[in-house]
């Protein structure tokens, strides 16, 4: 289906994943992008991303209004890229919990970077190589 990059460009470094289910009015992931790898066709389209144009910014991820965006990275290992809405605020190097996208807990990973856009989280983590493609939140670990 086009959605999921080529392994061969997971490995030149992070680029943006797009789980919108939504067909609704919406096109803020394409009006963020800079550079224009982002495009939505028609006024209910789902997002579409070229991947070549992609530069893996994170921007996308932090204005998506469905948390529909997310980041992979299999440069150095495997990352994922997510929004973050909840408290307690991340910082670089919390353990978290790997949420899948039912909610359930697929293990533990650690925080590498996080930046912030319009009040969101953008949170990277270091996951497991074979849940690069299953991690799709994060949750602060208990204690």
Known sequence: MGLVPPLDRLKKGAVAVTECIEE????VCEAVCSVKAISVE???GRPKIDWDK???????????????????????????????EFLPRLKRGDVVELLGRDG?????GVV????????TQ?????????????????RARRS
């Open 42 to 44: 028609g006024l209910k």
């Open 54 to 84: 992609c530069t893996g910014c994170g921007i996308c991820v932090g204005t998506c209004p469905g948390q529909a965006m997310f980041l992979v990275d299999l440069s150095g290992g495997a990352r994922v890229t997510v929004p973050y």
């Open 104 to 108: 359930r807990v697929l293990g533990t």
């Open 122 to 138: 953008v949170v990277t983590v270091e996951v497991p190589v074979e849940m690069v493609m299953e991690v799709r939140s994060v």
């Open 24 to 27: 609704i009015p919406c096109n």
């Open 112 to 119: 590498v970077r996080v930046f912030e856009v319009n009040k």
